[in-house]
């Protein structure tokens, strides 16, 4: 499950954009009051007009069971499971991190056999006053196999 908005900005600007809105909603800025733990990762992925900005919500929290949220921008959806392929790295998490983990995890996927689905995304696992050099971040991509191989872990 997650709480997601659409921003109109660029990729370095997309998180801090979409943050309070949804800090917001998972605050008490809903229906009814309620307030949701703060998880992670907050995932950032492209979309047509610029970038889907989403907040992972608490395990316990269902279609059912979240809050409807004030912001009508935000949107509360469940997520399909699905195999994804990450590459993990240290800092800000800033385009440029991005795209050259990016291009690693793309080259790994085709020596192993794997098809990309889907937009990449971002996902930031800690707050932003962590210092870079602490901060876990990921560029993840959902995958099928191409030709049913398997790779060794």
């Known amino acids: 499950m997650v709480a997601e908005i659409d921003v109109d900005a660029e990729f370095d600007d997309a998180g ?3 943050f309070r809105t949804l800090a917001s909603y998972i605050f008490g800025a809903n229906t009814s009051r309620q307030k949701l733990a703060m998880t992670a990762p907050v995932t950032q992925q ?3 007009r610029g970038y889907t900005v989403a907040f ?3 395990a316990d929290v269902s279609l059912d069971t979240a809050p409807l949220p004030d912001d009508p921008r935000i949107r509360v959806i469940g997520k399909p ?3 994804t392929a990450v590459v993990t790295f240290s800092g800000r998490g800033g385009r ?3 795209d050259e983990k990016l291009q690693d995890l793309t080259i790994a996927l085709e020596k ?3 098809t990309a689905v889907g937009e990449p ?3 930031r696992f800690d707050p932003p006053v962590t210092p870079g050099v602490f901060r876990h971040n990921e560029v993840q991509i959902d995958i099928s196999a191409d030709r ?3 790779t060794a872990p």
């Open 56 to 58: 992972v919500l608490p």
């Open 112 to 114: 192993a056999a794997f």
């Open 148 to 150: 049913g191989e398997k």
């Open 16 to 18: 801090n954009k979409a």
């Open 121 to 123: 995304r971002i996902a």
């Open 96 to 98: 440029a991190m991005f």
């Open 81 to 83: 499971a699905a195999t």
């Open 46 to 48: 492209r979309t047509v």
